[in-house]
């Protein structure tokens, strides 16, 4: 037999455990977001428009909606300083106000590599021109 203790300390950890899920589930949402709006991105702009929103958002995303999307701020800091290390990228980033760590730089620029829009050289990364669309006569 449990005891109710037992119980409610599992209880516990099980909503612990949902609600670390939960944010993930919304970091993951944002990064999604994030992709999109930078395929969206036109060759000279160098400022991204807000990604489309999710149908249905959790609570915890609230405060994390109204904020650039780390890719965002990523090609941002990129655009304005040229070649940088993951570490100077966070290190802008953070200066711009935003608590991020240099896991989640590294993981958005990897994101950012696979996609064909950031490419990284000698330690250094720096943002790949778009490429034109326009068929040429």
Known sequence: MISKGIMDTSLERIRAKIAELETKL???R???RELQALEKLPARKTRTAPGPKPRRKPQASNQEESRQTIGAAIAGVLGQHGALSAAEIADHVKAAGRDISNRAVSFSLQALKKRGLVK???GKWTLLKARS???RP
């Open 120 to 122: 990284s050289a000698d």
């Open 30 to 32: 944002i990064t999604e």
């Open 133 to 135: 669309r326009r068929a």
């Open 26 to 28: 919304a970091d993951l």
